[in-house]
C-alpha cells in the first residue's frame, strides 16, 4: 500500500526568507508524485508532479521539488516566500490503483 | 483549461432536508470523483466514477447519494445528514481514473449540516 509522511505539521517563515516543506513516501514501484496548494476555503491547486525524468521538478509561483529514490523523499521549496503563500501544502503519491494517497499536510505561515 | 466549477459554493441545510451539489467540468476527462475534507485534513475520497460508471464507493453511507449524468457532469445528493458530514466537499477529474494521473480539482461547496 502507498503512503505519504508529512514530517511537519506547522512551518512559520519570514517573507523573503525560503521555504522547504518535507514529504517522505512508501511506494513499491515507481512512485507518481504531487504536491497541492490549498489557500483557506479553497480546493486544491496543483503545484507540479513527478512521473520520470529529471528530479528537479518546477512548478507554479515560483516552486520546484527534488526527487530523490534513496530517501524516498519529494521535498518541496521556494527561494523566497510571498504573504500569499500561506496556505495549506499536501503532497500526495499515486500508484497502481485509482487512488491518490496524502500526507496530512503541511500549514505555512508568512510573518512579515 | 484545468477548470472544475462547483455550485453551490455555501449550503446550509437541516437534517431532514434534501439538497444536491453539483460539479462540472470541460477537460474531456472520463474520471470523476468526490471527497470529503474537515478542517486541517487531507481529502478523503468518497466516489470515482469512470466513464459515467461507478467504479469505487468507499464505504460511505447511503444519506450520500452520487449520479454521473453525463461525463462532464457530476453530482452528490444529500439526504438525511447528520451535523458530522459538515465539511468541504470537493469535486476532481482525471483523464481516465486510474492512480497515476493527475487529478484536477474544483473549488469546494463549504456544508453545513444543523
Known amino acids: 500500500a502507498q503512503s505519504v509522511t508529512q514530517p511537519d505539521i506547522h512551518i512559520t517563515v519570514s517573507e523573503g526568507a525560503s521555504l522547504e516543506l518535507r514529504c517522505n513516501y512508501s511506494?513499491?514501484?515507481?512512485?507518481?508524485l504531487f504536491w497541492y496548494v490549498q489557500s483557506p476555503g479553497q480546493g486544491l491547486q496543483l503545484l507540479l508532479k513527478?512521473?520520470?525524468?529529471?528530479?528537479l521538478v518546477q512548478g507554479i509561483k515560483g516552486f520546484e521539488a527534488e526527487f530523490k529514490r534513496s530517501q524516498s523523499s519529494f521535498n518541496l521549496r521556494k527561494p523566497s516566500v510571498h504573504w500569499s503563500d500561506a496556505a495549506e501544502y499536501f503532497c500526495a503519491v499515486g500508484g497502481g490503483d485509482y487512488k491518490l494517497s496524502f500526507g496530512a499536510g503541511t500549514t505555512v505561515t508568512v510573518r512579515a | 483549461d484545468t477548470e472544475v466549477t462547483q455550485t453551490p459554493k455555501h449550503l446550509v441545510m437541516g437534517m431532514t432536508n434534501k439538497k444536491s451539489l453539483k460539479c462540472e467540468q470541460h477537460m474531456g476527462h472520463r474520471a470523476m470523483y468526490w471527497y470529503k475534507q474537515k478542517a486541517k485534513k487531507p481529502p478523503e475520497l468518497m466516489f470515482v466514477y469512470s466513464y459515467e460508471k461507478l467504479s469505487i464507493n468507499e464505504s460511505v453511507p447511503s444519506r450520500f447519494s452520487p449520479e454521473c449524468p453525463n461525463s462532464s457532469l457530476l453530482n452528490l445528493h444529500l439526504h438525511a445528514l447528520q451535523p458530522e458530514d459538515s465539511a468541504l466537499y470537493l469535486c476532481?477529474?482525471?483523464?481516465?481514473?486510474?492512480?497515476?494521473?493527475?487529478?484536477?480539482f474544483g473549488p469546494g461547496t463549504r456544508l453545513l449540516v444543523l
Open positions: 511506494y513499491g514501484a515507481t512512485p507518481y
Open positions: 513527478y512521473f520520470s525524468g529529471d528530479t
Open positions: 476532481a477529474s482525471s483523464q481516465e481514473g486510474r492512480g497515476t494521473e493527475t487529478q484536477y
